[in-house]
């Protein structure tokens, strides 16, 4: 299958500061990514919707001043976290679709502090 | 999209099939059934995917039923390896993946 890579895989971060997530289509082109979270013991929930040259698409309740994404190419999108709160802690991944399946990346774990 | 029921939790013995049931009674004829599963602490593994025939690849097969109101993902030699939360998910074409509860599969010795 295709390879969606995310990087970092962990980072800690104080409370106020910022931390950018980076997510890749290493073998494909994505004009569209999605950021999902995942609290511990639930599901993936989707945040946005990232599209290639234009704005991201936000779900209902997720603050886009806090969680900016950019799409600048068509092989890498990216998620910052602004102002990271310890309520922001989470697990953060990213995906993409080649064709109809969406490939996930292997995930990021934030631990905000 | 329609919404997908399976069971919270299954247990299978290892070197057995797993059968995992999902219910998507609500299903329209334009929608596919999507199967994942995510080991713990990583993201969500493509497993299999289907419209209204029966598929198999590698990993699984995929049954649908005739009506296309449910479906099972079969693992045919379930190993430790394979023990995770699988996600069974309907939508449209080019839709969004948005994921419920799933079921968590654990493979016993």
């Known amino acids: 299958g295709a390879v969606v890579s995310q990087h970092p895989s962990w980072v800690i971060c104080k409370s106020g500061t910022s931390v950018k997530i980076e997510c890749r289509s290493l073998d494909f082109q994505a004009t569209t990514m999605f950021w999902y979270r995942q609290f511990p013991k639930q599901s993936l929930m989707l945040m946005a919707t990232s599209n290639e040259g234009s704005k991201a698409t936000y779900e209902q309740g997720v603050e886009k001043d806090k969680f900016l994404i950019n799409h600048a190419s068509l092989t890498l999108s990216t998620l910052t976290v602004t102002s990271a709160h310890p309520e922001d802690s989470s697990f953060y991944i990213c995906?993409?679709?080649?064709?109809?399946?969406?490939?996930f990346g292997q995930g990021t774990r934030l631990t905000v502090v | 999209d329609a919404k997908t029921t399976q069971p919270p939790s299954m247990d299978c013995a290892e070197g057995r099939a797993a059968n995992l049931p999902c219910n998507h009674s609500t299903i329209s004829g334009n929608e596919y059934v999507y199967w994942y599963r995510q080991i713990h602490s990583q993201g969500p593994q493509y497993i299999i995917h289907g419209l209204k025939n029966n598929e198999t690849n590698e990993m699984a097969s995929l049954i649908i039923t005739e009506d296309r109101k449910s479906s099972t993902l079969i693992l045919p030699h379930a190993t430790l390896r394979d023990t995770a939360v699988y996600y069974c998910i309907v939508r449209g074409w080019l839709h969004d993946m948005r994921f419920g509860a799933g079921t968590r599969l654990t493979v016993k010795p």
């Open positions: 995906s993409a679709r080649p064709r109809t399946e969406a490939f």
